[in-house]
């Protein structure tokens, strides 16, 4: 008789099957109270039993509390993996959101319906310090995104069936009119970007010209440049912590690995920046620390993104130019190639998407107007034909 079948009971019989160890070193203990007339049907019960056990057709059989296993992902999933300034994103996340909401339920027994309220109610308006009443749609996607990252760890490492988020529907978030300039205002910003020192000239009209990231710009190494070539590498993005030196990480995603080709004034403008930048550091010699940086301030550090933000929102108001974000050169830059008929495979290569559908789905007011000119130029043909 298997050590492992007690008899509780007339008729009742209790199994255990152990498979394993818990994080905490433990072995893990399956129990299972069973029916039996007599212990050679128990027995047959609990080879059944121990079957699904090895099979992995059970439950973990220890409560786990989902702000426990949060902090266990964090720590041996998280932390190897994401760069810094997305681990205090999620941490914040959890903090904040998820470990208040949910930290108390049992991971094993999270129900979709146990989510809907808790996304809902993110998605509440409130009120800020202004009195302006708005949806934090972003916040509640970034939680949904979350805590569904969680819970399919979970799923790996075999402590649930299925993740629950996977039953819901994202949040959806009202789509935002892109914010760029037109052909007009881009003419306007280089215009004024021609009276600009080198350095701002240079970063200002690269933005625009190959729709790269602020992170990305900034995180340029001269040796990502082949002259030659007449192109550029990108591989890296600027990562900001807190109270420590900038330094670099891999793009956004693999597609955001790519290289660039640039217009030709744009490869002459990167070389009097050269020049000049080479002029500016050539008295400190050895103590010029970051020797190869393409963007560095007056001190020779790394610009920081949030400088180039301030500095460029001056800039636009200071030649009366329409706000836009940083970011919006990129917009820009896309939506002027659209707009001009340019393929938008090669446009979404360019911007390092992921999906030709991200393009698409975000462009989709500038690939209008391109449909628009296409239709004039078959109207064209069509008119010259029927002059015939």
Not at 119 to 142: F, K
Not at 240 to 260: A, D, L, W, Y
Not at 315 to 344: D, E, K, V, Y
Request: with cysteine; glycine share 4%; charged share 20%.
């Amino acid at each position: 008789m298997p050590s492992k079948i007690r008899k509780r009971g007339e008729n009742t019989y209790e199994l255990a099957v152990t498979n394993g160890y818990d994080y905490y070193g433990r072995q893990i203990a399956y129990r299972k109270t069973v029916k039996a007339s007599n212990m050679k049907e128990a027995q047959k019960l609990y080879y059944e039993f121990e079957s699904q056990v090895r099979r992995k057709q059970i439950l973990h059989p220890t409560k786990i509390k989902l702000g426990d296993f949060a902090f266990q992902w964090y720590k041996e999933y998280c932390e190897p993996r994401l760069a810094v300034s997305t681990l205090q994103n999620y941490k914040r996340c959890l903090q904040q959101h998820i470990i208040p909401a949910l930290g108390h339920l049992d991971i094993r027994e999270l129900q979709p319906a146990q989510i809907v309220p808790f996304i809902n109610a993110l998605l509440e308006p409130t009120e800020n310090a202004n009195g302006v009443i708005s949806r934090n749609e972003q916040s509640a996607l970034y939680c949904y995104r979350v805590l569904s990252s969680l819970l399919s760890v979970a799923v790996k490492w075999e402590l649930i069936f299925s993740n629950p988020c996977d039953k819901l529907d994202p949040p959806k978030i009202q789509r935002h009119v892109v914010n760029s300039y037109n052909l007009q205002q881009a003419q306007q910003l280089l215009a004024a970007a021609n009276q600009l020192p080198i350095r701002e000239k240079t970063l200002l009209t690269l933005a625009l010209s190959t729709g790269m990231r602020r992170g990305e710009i900034l995180a340029l190494h001269w040796q990502d440049i082949d002259f030659a070539a007449g192109n550029l590498l990108v591989t890296k993005s600027c990562e900001v912590v807190p109270h420590q030196p900038i330094t670099t990480k891999e793009p956004k995603t693999e597609n955001s690995m790519r290289c660039i080709t640039l217009p030709a004034s744009m490869i002459q403008l990167l070389l009097q920046y050269k020049q000049w930048q080479d002029q500016v550091k050539a008295p400190y010699g050895q103590s010029w620390n970051y020797n190869d940086w393409v963007f560095i301030t007056d001190r020779g550090i790394p610009i920081h993104p949030s400088t180039v933000s301030h500095w460029f929102k001056r800039f636009l108001a200071h030649n009366g130019l329409p706000p836009m974000p940083f970011h919006g050169l990129r917009h820009t830059s896309a939506t002027l190639l659209l707009a001009a008929g340019a393929p938008i495979k090669n446009v979404s290569s360019r911007l390092g998407h992921t999906d030709i559908r991200t393009t698409g789905n975000i462009y989709a007011q500038a690939l209008q107007s391109a449909d628009k000119e296409i239709a004039n130029t078959m109207e064209e043909i069509l008119q010259s034909h029927n002059d015939e």
